[in-house]
């Protein structure tokens, strides 16, 4: 059984967050249905199966690829026992960052999509009281993030910052439309850097590929980044590229 969930800095646009004086812990799992339960609800919708992160950098790797379907398979059989490892992480993590001046942040869906807000566990105190709770909870202190493509989500801790996640897919739009009306932070992944834009569904555009730390991006623009791994080859709508289909801003 996988017992270290967290891959601390690991990923080489985190480490780029160490110049801005963060140490990154990201959580990596197995995504869509490819651990036989759907972790990326919006997947199919978005049609980003194909094209996901999943493959890039060390994902395209098959023992990397099997240590993520471990721990979704732990995931989905165990989720107490699961928690109760995440915790030692991050934990471990704050020990981490301690000690090299840094400040953590946590990314719990760096290739799902779960609603973490809304997963509670049992945890037990040093004092013996045990305390149904998210992860949110026991570390308040903590700044979390994510990207998403679940427009909808709601309740959201203040420590749990959500980027949401663009596909151009026709089918999708309405998701899309629901988060701009939310201005919420927006990710759009372009064909090549050369095919970034300065502007985007009428918001400006900034570079996301120069760290992860996406808390300290202002809401109301767009989050370039471009495709890597199969994503490359794209043509389902999830990568933009131009000419591109193109909708009305209501």
């Not at 109760?84 to 981490?96: M, S, Y």
Request: glycine content about 6%; some cysteine.
């Amino acid at each position: 059984m996988t017992t270290k969930l967290l891959s601390i800095d690991t990923n080489a646009k985190t480490v780029k967050g160490q110049k801005y004086g963060y140490l990154t812990g990201i959580l990596y799992m197995a995504p869509s249905t490819l651990s036989g339960v759907n972790l990326c609800p919006m997947a199919k919708i978005a049609k980003c199966e194909e094209a996901c992160l999943y493959t890039a950098g060390r994902g395209a790797f098959n023992n990397v690829q099997e240590a993520r379907l471990r721990k979704a398979t732990w995931f989905n059989t165990n989720k107490q026992g699961f928690m109760q490892q995440l915790v030692k992480d991050i934990q471990a993590l704050q020990r981490k960052a301690h000690k090299l001046g840094l400040t953590p942040l946590v990314r719990l869906n760096g290739t799902t999509d779960i609603r973490w807000e809304s997963l509670q566990f049992n945890h037990t105190y040093k004092d013996g009281q045990t305390e149904s709770v998210t992860v949110f909870d026991l570390f308040p202190d903590i700044q979390f993030y994510d990207y998403t493509k679940i427009s909808n989500r709601k309740d959201i801790p203040l420590n749990y910052d959500l980027t949401f996640s663009y596909s151009g897919v026709k089918g999708y739009q309405l998701h899309v439309l629901k988060a701009i009306a939310k201005r919420m932070r927006i990710a759009v992944v372009f064909q090549s850097k050369k095919t970034i834009p300065e502007t985007f569904l009428g918001m400006p555009v900034l570079d996301g590929d120069d760290s992860d730390i996406r808390v300290n991006d202002p809401h109301g623009c767009i989050v370039a980044l471009y495709a890597k791994g199969k994503a490359r080859k794209d043509t389902s709508g999830f990568v933009v590229r131009f000419p591109m289909f193109t909708f009305k801003v209501i």
